[in-house]
């Protein structure tokens, strides 16, 4: 069942679909930093959601000004004086939003600059790629402000640098940036100039990719890491099964058999 994606529907993200199936998903709120409020993850939730079943074959995701996202909008939640109840909703939601991310099985190439602070690392942490520039800062400072992560942040920025290190950033306020942000895994890739080009140029590569595998290796390998390795093992030989069978496959095996194909080389 294929849907279609209204544009106009959207105030707090600005879309963008481009002719070859890659759209840029820009988080429209640059007077507040990108901020997260509700308003935001319901229509990050909503694009997700359709995303899949609406031929989108890449998203980049990038922040308007010149932050990627600066977290939960602490104004929002401060005015809201929100009951325990309903906060642990809106975290709900949240983990609503990124997990239609990580498991939507479209990649999601995130494009950072600035600040990815707090809930804007959580969900920087959901994409598949990162991408970061020279003015990119990685921080948790939940702690300082008598908060705790709500969006993912012991699940996904653990999973990225480990347990350890993800407590010392939320417990000491720490900031990452740089080559040692990349070296720890906080973004795959570092550039000079814009982040958002090298973005749109990994979302092209991957959109080249056959739907199925893309769906395959945007999904099925986080929840593979969610099983025991008895079970991983027999889910991942029933996706390679399907995925590997895939009759779209059969011309580009070809290619490959026939050595018209482009083979693997070292970079020169």
């Not at 849907?3 to 998903?25: C, F, K, M």
């Not at 939960?72 to 939003?97: G, K, N, T």
């Not at 012991?154 to 290190?165: C, F, H, P």
Request: glycine share 8%; net charge negative.
């Amino acid at each position: 069942m294929t849907v279609e994606i209204d544009t106009s529907r959207y105030t707090r993200l600005a879309l963008d679909p481009q002719e070859d199936g890659v759209w840029v998903v820009t988080l429209n709120r640059p007077e507040k930093r990108n901020a997260l409020d509700l308003a935001t993850v319901e229509e990050m939730v909503e694009f997700f959601s359709a995303a899949p079943r609406a031929g989108v074959k890449a998203v980049v995701l990038a922040g308007a000004g010149d932050h990627f996202c600066a977290g939960l909008d602490l104004i929002e939640h401060h005015d809201a004086d929100r009951s325990p109840a309903d906060f642990m909703h809106v975290c709900l939601r949240w983990h609503e939003a990124f997990n239609k991310m990580e498991y939507g099985g479209v990649p999601v190439i995130a494009a950072l600059q600035g600040a990815v602070v707090g809930g804007g690392l959580e969900l920087a942490s959901a994409a598949h790629v990162r991408v970061m520039d020279q003015s990119t800062y990685f921080a948790l400072p939940e702690g300082q402000r008598g908060l705790f992560t709500g969006g993912g942040a012991t699940i996904r920025v653990a999973d990225l640098i480990g347990k350890a290190r993800m407590i010392d950033m939320i417990l000491m306020g720490r900031v990452y940036q740089g080559q040692e942000a990349v070296d720890l895994g906080l973004a795959q890739y570092m550039v000079e100039g814009s982040s958002l080009d090298k973005a749109m140029e990994l979302a092209r590569r991957a959109a080249q990719n056959l739907p199925l595998t893309n769906f395959a290796i945007c999904s099925a390998i986080s929840h593979v890491q969610n099983m025991s390795a008895l079970d991983a093992a027999y889910a991942e030989s029933v996706v390679a099964g399907i995925v590997n069978t895939q009759p779209d496959a059969r011309a580009r095996l070809a290619a490959f058999a026939d050595k018209s194909a482009a083979r693997v080389r070292p970079n020169s």
